[in-house]
């Protein structure tokens, strides 16, 4: 475990787990985690500290000055003791191998060596190897309801082989049948009943809870045979007892059933559910099963005496016979048998059809689904190791956690790694080799994994018992230190535990009679001050009284010695080229040079690598700053003009006033060398441009003045007169073209304006109402017109 804890610069660090489990032994110290380490220098410990003090992490060791071949940090390892590659043939070679020479798994078997706290990982390859031996259970429910479906099961060894042989060369089979236990209520147990428990004109065998028909056999035309004499039998309950056939079949391995050590299937035929553990007391059955083998004459004969198992007693049974399951069921039981899928590692369900008619694809596919997928499981490891995977799996795809355990999708040939990781966090109490096996599930092959553990230092095999360093033999000296006897304490074993408290002793841990018992900092052992330790393991209490400490220094910008010292007895022993209280003082006067590398501008002194200036008109960190002082160009203008030019303010004074200045002259501007001035450009009386550059080297000034003055032209008048006139007629013709164009524009407008009221004019054409016509008419009444 860690803390956090600000050192003296202010960062946050860790506070070590080593130091806070108060270690009395180097096997203590290197349990406690893998970066704590031991000093077994006899000269480590300064006075008043513990001896747990030599136990620490091992940075902070060889800071506290323990050389690297004093100290005890022993490393884990590992070493592979098997490593048989894995198995690359093809079913098509003329090769052909026995099940035990086949290979699927790589290493074999290694040691690790575990350091606590350490851990320690290994690679595990797996391989799919191509035409693999199978051995193949066919346990079929006979109660009446599947009648049906033993007419087709009859023949299913030959066909079975014929089709399993596109898979492997080597297949047997085999044949199991189950109906119920033979008490009540779950069979007639009446005469009549257990002659014939079927009703009507069926004629069934006796009930029975699990016989064996037929062990493995590679002879599938002896399968047809055996099954084709089965019949039918019957019970009184829906639920079967297959889990009591289960594990039975599981169980009894080689001896009955003929298992080899190749690939297991068992396929479990029912239309019905299952009895469980405890279904049992309904017949009087309170003992649980005890998962051993009970075949007699191949037929179960404790089914009345005991229970049916648990799923979790299958579950353990099944892995530990490397067995893997299909169940084959009708439809109206697939939801029941997908939930028990969940519980069984390496299981399949399959949906029977109602007369069993395609149990022989059912069974090819479930294999295929089976095979497909790899599942690494581990016997129970010791207390307090703990243990990882990581699957590197097909196509790049990389799991961890619960998923790092397996890897889908493989197919035969296919190799597919395992980084196992494994940590140890305490020492087993006899400190004895354990050994972890880890096994893909469903196959009979494993790693064997042995652990050995690191609990005690090499240098304690070297202690001297009794010896003479340990007050007259008082403890052992081992690794630096002295392991007092029991009743014995100390640091060098000198008192008797009955002596610790007394005032005596105590006496010897104070300054004076005025004072607290070491400092009220540590404990009083034995008459010897023990420091307390600080929660910051860079901290720490010494002295005879426990009176010192390296913490409590002074500061500067907030770390202890300014960081540029360390703390001793509360008093800052200072580096090289530092001084002061809190060696804030800086020997070094680089951060007081200026620009022209003397220190402080000369004006002014260097103090801590600070400048004192001198001079009030100058300030700054270097004392180059005058902000009264005129610029640098300014300042000597007149003195390079008068010597450059021979004119200006100071041309009748300038050999007194302008001695100091060393004149260089340049052709031309590019001429000028850099300064760290910049380059000045003045204006002369006679308005003309003079350049120069101004520098210092020690007490000589320097000056470079550019040969030639940049003296600007007069102006050219006939262009600028011949320039105005063209300028004034140009813009007066362009004022007469706008008052035209502008004169234009409002012509038409008024022209528009007239003719569109012209159009909008209307005459008044009524009459006169005064107005009589000169001519009156006159019609001859006997006018007829001819």
Known sequence: QMSEWY????????????????????????????NCAWCTDPDFLKQGEPTSTRCDDLHILRKKGCKEKMVENPRGGQK?????????????????????????????????????????????????????PIDLYYLMDLSYSMHDDLQNVKKLGTALMQEMQAITSDFRIGFGSFVEKTVMPFISTTPAGLRNPCTGQYDCASPFSYKNVLSLTSNGKEFNHLVSQQQISGNLDSPEGGFDAI????????????????TRLLVFSTDAGFHFAGDGKLGGIVLPNDGKCHLENNTYSMSHYYDYPSIAHLVQKL?????QTIFAVTQDFQDIYQELKKLIPKSAVGTLSSNSSN?????????????????????????????????????GVVQDGEDGRKCVNISIGDAVSFNINITAHECPKDNNSQTVKIKPLGFNEEVEVVLKFICQCECQHEGIPNSPLCHNGNGTFECGACRCNKGRTGHMCECSTEEVNT????????????????????????????????????ERYSGKYCECDNFNCDRYDNKLCGGHG?????????????????????????????????????????????????????????????????????????????RAFGSGEK?????????????????????????????????????????????????????????????????????????????????????LLIWKLLMIIHDRREFAKFEKEKLNAKWDTGENPIYKSAVTTVINPKYEGK
């Open 319 to 323: 892995s530990d016979n490397n067995i």
């Open 359 to 395: 149990v022989i694809q059912l069974i090819i596919d479930a294999y295929n689904s089976l095979s497909s997928e790899v599942i690494l499981e581990n016997s129970k490891l010791p207390k307090g190791v703990n243990i990882a995977y990581t699957a590197y799996c097909k196509n």
């Open 247 to 262: 594990m039975q079949v599981a169980v009894c391995g080689v001896s009955q059933i003929g298992w080899r050590n190749v």
């Open 566 to 642: 360390r703390c001793e007895c509360r008093v800052c022993i200072c580096d090289a080229n530092y001084t002061g209280s809190a060696c804030d003082c800086p020997l070094d006067t680089t951060p007081c040079l200026a620009a022209n590398q003397q220190i402080c501008n000369g004006r002014g002194v260097c103090e801590c690598g600070t400048c004192r200036c001198t001079d009030p008109m100058y300030q700054g960190p270097t004392c180059e700053t005058c902000r009264t002082c005129p610029g640098i160009c300014s300042q000597h203008k007149d003195c390079v003009q008068c």
């Open 651 to 735: 041309e009748k004074t300038c050999e007194e006033d302008c001695r100091y200045l060393d004149l260089i002259i340049v052709e031309n501007l590019s001429e000028l060398p850099e300064s760290t001035h910049p380059t000045c450009k003045e204006r002369a009386d006679n308005d003309c441009w003079f350049y120069y550059t101004y520098s210092v080297n020690g007490t000589q000034e320097i000056v470079h003045v550019v040969k030639d003055q940049d003296c600007p032209k007069g102006p050219d008048i006939i262009p600028i007169v011949v320039g105005v006139v063209a300028g004034i007629v140009l813009i007066g013709l362009a004022l």
């Open 7 to 34: 050192n003296e610069d202010g960062m946050v660090s860790s506070h070590s787990e080593c130091t806070q489990a108060n270690a009395k032994s180097c096997g203590e110290c290197i349990q406690i985690g893998e």
């Open 80 to 132: 592979v003791e098997q490593n048989i590659p894995v198995t690359n043939r093809r079913k098509d070679t003329a090769e052909r191998l026995r099940p035990e020479e086949i290979t699927q798994i790589q290493p074999q078997k290694l040691t690790l060596t575990l350091r606590m706290g350490e851990p320690q990982s290994f690679n595990l390859t797996f391989k799919r190897a191509e035409d693999y």
């Open 503 to 538: 005032e005596d002793l105590d006496g010897n841990c104070r300054r004076d009679n005025g004072s607290e018992i070491c400092s009220n900092n540590g404990d009083c052992i034995c008459g010897t001050c023990e420091c307390k330790k600080r929660e910051n393991p860079e």
